[in-house]
C-alpha cells in the first residue's frame, strides 16, 4: 500500500492582493514547501490531503497569519537596573530591531508577546526560568533576593504555543537593591 502526504495552500498579504498558491508531497512523515519571498505578515491557509489506494482523505483548512508560525529573532537585552524602594526587583530594558521582529509596540503593549526570563545568580549552578509580563521594552521583574548579582536573558513568542520560542537573548548583568530593613541584634 502507498501513502502519500501533500501540503497545499494559499497565501495573501492583504484582502485585495492575488492568491499565491504553494504545494509539497511526501511520502514521509514530514513536508516543506517553498513560498518564494514571503514575508510573516502573510495569512496562510494549509489544508492536508492523504492520497491512499482507497482514495483521497482531505482536512479542513488551517488559517491564520504567518508570524504565529514563525520563530522571532532574539532580541537584545540592553541593561539591567535596580530599584531601590525594591530591593527584589529589577528593570530589565530590551530592544528589538523592527524590520526582523515582526510585532508592533502596539501589540507588545497590548500582551501578544509571551516571555520567558532566565536568571541565575553569581555561583547559582543552574539558571531558573519564569513567565514575564511584558507590556514594553522595559519591564519590572519582581522574583529576585536584595543585594544579589544575577545574569539574565529574555526570550518571547507571539501570542501563545502556537508560535516557537526565540532563541534567548545575549545575557547580561544585573544587582538587586539592598534591602532597607533595619536589623537589630541585641
Known amino acids: 500500500m502507498s501513502v502519500f502526504l501533500s501540503l ?19 511520502s514521509g512523515l514530514s513536508c516543506t514547501a517553498g513560498i518564494g519571498r514571503s514575508t510573516v505578515r ?17 482536512s479542513a483548512p488551517r488559517c491564520q ?3 504565529k508560525e514563525v520563530i522571532l529573532p532574539p532580541v537584545v537585552l540592553n541593561s539591567i537596573q535596580q530599584v531601590s524602594d525594591s530591593p527584589e526587583c529589577l528593570n530589565v530594558s530590551w530592544s528589538r530591531v523592527l524590520h526582523l521582529f515582526p510585532v508592533a509596540e502596539t501589540e507588545i503593549k ?11 545568580a553569581k555561583g547559582q549552578v543552574n ?18 533576593r536584595p543585594d544579589t548579582l544575577y545574569t539574565i536573558r529574555l526570550r518571547h513568542r507571539y ?17 538587586t537593591a539592598e534591602d532597607g530593613e533595619m536589623k537589630l541584634n541585641f
Open 159 to 175: 501570542q501563545g504555543p502556537a508560535s516557537p520560542w526565540s532563541q534567548w537573548s545575549n545575557a547580561v548583568q544585573g544587582r
Open 42 to 58: 502573510i495569512d496562510f491557509c494549509i489544508s492536508i490531503i492523504l492520497h491512499g489506494v482507497s482514495g483521497n482523505v482531505s
Open 110 to 120: 497590548n500582551g501578544h508577546l509571551n516571555s520567558q526570563i532566565e536568571f541565575a
Open 8 to 26: 497545499s495552500g494559499v497565501q495573501s498579504s492583504s484582502p485585495n492582493s492575488s492568491l499565491k498558491t504553494f504545494t509539497c508531497t511526501t
Open 127 to 144: 539558571a531558573q526560568v519564569r513567565n514575564v509580563t511584558v507590556s514594553g521594552l522595559c519591564i519590572l521583574v519582581c522574583l529576585f
Open 65 to 67: 497569519l504567518g508570524r
